[in-house]
Every structure is written in structure tokens, then in C-alpha cells.
């Protein structure tokens, strides 16, 4: 992280510099890609998940820094848009294949998974009792109870590393598929009771 905050501060302005003055107008596409290749490779080569260097590539990807090349309608996350249309049905597929379905009638592996999935609820939603005041505290806790991409990618790296059996990767799959699909539902009911349900 500290390399990383030293690189926005001393290197990332004139690395786009430089880079613009090779790929030009697709500067805007393409560094923050490279970027983010870098730094998952960086995070991957010291023995860190991938995902650690794409988020650190998120934190220091600052659109104010391609004022200079972009167009006005353009924006990072349009740009990026395609690419995450492209290889996130791809690693659901691979996330599925992982996935032994034989575990899921398994009583032991659903009444586990359940349980954890309410410590995940109860946790999250406390923890948005936490935040400043001025936030509606429940509907923050409630918006935090999904384990998306992150958790499957964490449970995928630590099934491959042997940290985690069949039967707890399918635990951790079962909180992922039921915080996600259960957290519209509470939250439309949120928004309903607010008044801000178009919002």
C-alpha cells in the first residue's frame, strides 16, 4: 500500500504523460488497464491475491489525472465497462466448475452454511449502526450484506491453497448465493418504507 500511495504521488501523472505519448487518445482505455494488469501481477509475484493489486489500481486511477487526452463524455468506468462484460461471465463459469453440486445435499454443508450466512446478515447490519450520524443505519448494514465477487474469489484462492475442503467452499458458495439474492428484496422494502423506492 505504502508502494503504492509513493507511486500515485511521484510516478502516476508522468507515467500517463508518457504513456499518451505512445498510445495517444486511447491513453484513457488502455493505461488504466495496464495499470491494473501491473499491480495484480506485482501483488501476485510477493505472494498476495491478484485482486489486492486490481484494487490497489482502483484506489490511485484518478479520472482528473486524463483531463488533458479525454474527451468530455468519456469516463473510466464506460470505458472499463466491455472488458468486465466480457470476463465476468468467464469467471462465474470457472467458479461454478468448482463447485461439487453432490455437496449441496449434504444437511451438515446447508445447516452450516445457513448459520454462517446469519452471523454474515447480523454482522454487517450491526456494523452499519457504527457509521455517522445523518445515514439511515439500516439500510447502510443492509447494503453491506452481500459476499459477491470478493468472496468467491478468496474462497476459489483458498480451496486452491488447501485452506478449504469441498464442503467449506460449498459453505462459503451458499453465503455468497444467499446474502446476494436475499439483500434486493430487504432492501426494496427499505427504500418502500422511506419513501424512496424510485430513487
Given at each position: 500500500?505504502?508502494?503504492?500511495y509513493l507511486?500515485?504521488?511521484?510516478?502516476?501523472?508522468?507515467?500517463?504523460?508518457?504513456?499518451?505519448?505512445?498510445?495517444?487518445?486511447?491513453?484513457?482505455?488502455?493505461?488504466?488497464?495496464?495499470?491494473?494488469?501491473?499491480?495484480?501481477?506485482?501483488?501476485?509475484?510477493?505472494?498476495?491475491?491478484?485482486?489486492?493489486?486490481?484494487?490497489?489500481?482502483?484506489?490511485?486511477i484518478?479520472?482528473?489525472?486524463?483531463?488533458?487526452?479525454?474527451?468530455?463524455?468519456?469516463?473510466?468506468?464506460?470505458?472499463?465497462?466491455?472488458?468486465?462484460?466480457?470476463f465476468?461471465?468467464?469467471f462465474?463459469?470457472?467458479?461454478?466448475?468448482?463447485?461439487d453440486?453432490?455437496?449441496?445435499?449434504?444437511?451438515?454443508?446447508?445447516?452450516?452454511?445457513?448459520?454462517?450466512?446469519?452471523?454474515?446478515?447480523?454482522?454487517?447490519?450491526?456494523?452499519?449502526?457504527?457509521?455517522?450520524?445523518?445515514?439511515?443505519?439500516l439500510?447502510?448494514?443492509?447494503?453491506?450484506?452481500?459476499?459477491?465477487?470478493?468472496?468467491?474469489?478468496?474462497?476459489?484462492?483458498g480451496?486452491?491453497?488447501?485452506?478449504?475442503?469441498?464442503?467449506?467452499?460449498?459453505?462459503?458458495?451458499?453465503?455468497?448465493?444467499?446474502?446476494?439474492?436475499?439483500?434486493?428484496?430487504?432492501?426494496?422494502?427499505?427504500?418502500?418504507?422511506?419513501?424512496?423506492?424510485q430513487?
Amino acid at each position: 500500500m505504502i508502494f503504492v500511495y509513493l507511486l500515485e504521488l511521484k510516478l502516476l501523472r508522468k507515467s500517463i504523460n508518457l504513456f499518451a505519448k505512445i498510445a495517444g487518445n486511447r491513453t484513457f482505455l488502455f493505461f488504466p488497464f495496464t495499470l491494473l494488469m501491473f499491480l495484480a501481477w506485482l501483488a501476485d509475484f510477493i505472494g498476495l491475491a491478484t485482486i489486492v493489486g486490481a484494487f490497489c489500481a482502483g484506489l490511485i486511477i484518478q479520472e482528473e489525472y486524463f483531463n488533458d487526452i479525454k474527451m468530455k463524455h468519456q469516463s473510466i468506468e464506460d470505458l472499463i465497462s466491455p472488458i468486465q462484460e466480457i470476463f465476468a461471465p468467464v469467471f462465474f463459469v470457472m467458479m461454478g466448475f468448482q463447485v461439487d453440486v453432490m455437496s449441496f445435499a449434504d444437511l451438515d454443508v446447508l445447516l452450516l452454511g445457513l448459520a454462517i450466512t446469519l452471523v454474515a446478515i447480523i454482522g454487517k447490519i450491526a456494523a452499519g449502526f457504527f457509521i455517522e450520524k445523518g445515514y439511515n443505519k439500516l439500510l447502510v448494514g443492509v447494503g453491506l450484506v452481500p459476499r459477491g465477487e470478493v468472496g468467491l474469489i478468496f474462497a476459489s484462492i483458498g480451496k486452491a491453497i488447501g485452506v478449504l475442503d469441498e464442503k467449506l467452499f460449498t459453505v462459503v458458495i451458499i453465503v455468497v448465493l444467499l446474502t446476494t439474492v436475499i439483500t434486493p428484496f430487504f432492501l426494496t422494502r427499505i427504500l418502500t418504507k422511506m419513501g424512496l423506492q424510485q430513487a
